[in-house]
């Protein structure tokens, strides 16, 4: 059994050159939509998209940037994406040790992944990591904003909400930890009605309104859960970006949406206030 699973879509979705993939990352990131100047709290957890870099790679970089405080800080990051090509009941974690990209490898955090194999709904399979791209494509985002950090990559099929969300609850664990959800919206619809479509996407999510089904976004299951989470944490849902790739590559017959979100922890001073 391997120990390193392969960068399967260096090339195709991203630069294979390491040189050429870190001088997009930071070109994407130095770009990102602007934040206020004043200080704004490390998101709980991110929703960012997972197209060729050329189409949602600007929409993701939006949401990664709000990972610069920390940067030091977070140690493990819990990423959440859709199968593409293997069909999955529940979650599956790959047997792995580590992931790699041109930008070098990434460990695989193997006692949380351990943990989250005693739930019924998670099992091993490295088949549903070998050619998905929807994990992948974040790693090196990941790899350029944050210092040194392990992964526990959950391949998500086949379940419900529920299911999802007791996943991520095992996983929650403090400011150490960050959740992220994988996930592009409606596909392949005219520019016009694709905006009409992901707007009320984004308005759901931002309700914490779920659940959404596939046709709204190809990672709904996975953001159904983190809606749930999020509920029962009070965090606080922000839209940063939202695009399509008529936006971003030029195309508007046929586009695919990508939004970005921020969900953030409120302080317990806002806590205590939302209770008087």
């Not at 969300?165 to 929650?172: D, F, G, N, S, T």
């Not at 159904?224 to 849902?237: D, E, I």
Request: with cysteine; net charge negative; charged share 20%.
């Amino acid at each position: 059994m391997p120990d390193v699973r392969p960068a399967a879509v260096a090339g195709m979705f991203y630069p294979a050159a390491p040189a050429a993939l870190a001088a997009d990352v930071r070109s994407y990131l130095a770009r990102a939509v602007a934040r206020p100047a004043k200080a704004v709290a490390v998101p709980k957890a991110l929703v960012v998209p997972h197209a060729g870099y050329v189409y949602s790679g600007p929409v993701a970089a939006s949401a990664y940037v709000r990972l610069a405080a920390g940067r030091d800080t977070i140690r493990r990051v819990v990423l959440f994406g859709p199968t593409h090509r293997v069909p999955v009941r529940g979650l599956a974690l790959p047997a792995v040790r580590e992931f790699a990209t041109p930008l070098g490898t990434v460990s695989v955090d193997r006692e949380a992944a351990a943990a989250a194999l005693t739930l019924r709904q998670v099992r091993e399979s490295d088949a549903a990591h070998a050619l998905e791209h929807s994990l992948e494509v974040q790693l090196p985002f990941l790899q350029a904003v944050l210092a040194d950090f392990s992964i526990v990559p959950f391949a998500v099929g086949d379940a419900t909400p529920a299911e999802v969300a007791e996943v991520i609850e095992l996983m929650w664990g403090g400011p150490e930890t960050l959740i992220v959800v994988s996930s592009d919206l409606s596909h392949y619809h005219r520019y016009a009605d694709a905006r009409e479509i992901d707007r009320a996407t984004s308005e759901a999510i931002l309700a914490l309104s779920g659940p959404l089904d596939q046709e709204q976004a190809c990672g709904a299951t996975p953001i159904n859960g983190l809606l749930l989470v999020a509920s029962r944490h009070g965090l606080r849902p922000e839209l940063i970006d939202l695009r399509n790739s008529g936006d971003t590559a030029g195309d508007k017959s046929r586009v695919v949406g990508y939004a970005s979100f921020a969900f953030t922890e409120r302080s317990v001073s806002e806590a205590a206030h939302e209770r008087s």
